[in-house]
């Protein structure tokens, strides 16, 4: 059964850094596919934060973590890994990652092209 399974969420200061790690699992076939991070604050709508094609030749980011995050992902783990660095508290959220129905190499972040989604963990930036 396709699962996936957000940690790495917590409190940090701004400035600070986090890294959010979600494993998928289920067979191998489940993982082969774009993985998107998607982030909701409270109050607003959620939002794409960024996402990777399945063979992780290609990567995505909102405008507003560039040059801030980095999407990676590991394939023996069957786990995609959002590196945050200089957080502000405008990234205070809950971030959920999602399963694309796609395995093309490329990905966007539209949440209609994400079937699977895990429960999310919450990331506080707060001093």
């Known amino acids: 059964q396709l699962r996936l399974v957000e940690t790495g969420g917590g409190l940090v200061q701004p400035g600070g850094s986090l890294r959010l790690s979600c494993t998928v699992s289920?067979?191998?076939?489940?993982?082969?596919?774009?993985i998107g991070w998607f982030r909701q604050a409270p109050g607003k709508e959620r939002e794409g934060v960024s996402c990777?094609?399945?063979?992780?030749?290609?990567?995505n980011y909102a405008d507003s973590v560039k040059g801030r995050f980095t999407i990676s992902r590991d394939n023996v783990k069957k786990t995609v890994y959002l590196q945050m660095n200089f957080l502000k508290p405008d990234d205070t959220a809950v971030y959920y990652c999602?399963?694309?129905?796609?395995?093309?190499?490329?990905?966007?972040?539209?949440?209609?092209?994400?079937?699977?989604w895990g429960l999310g963990t919450q990331v506080t930036v707060s001093s």
């Open positions: 990777i094609g399945s063979s992780a030749g290609s990567t």
């Open positions: 289920g067979s191998a076939l489940d993982y082969y596919y774009n």
């Open positions: 999602a399963r694309g129905t796609s395995a093309r190499a490329t990905c966007d972040l539209e949440e209609y092209d994400y079937a699977y």
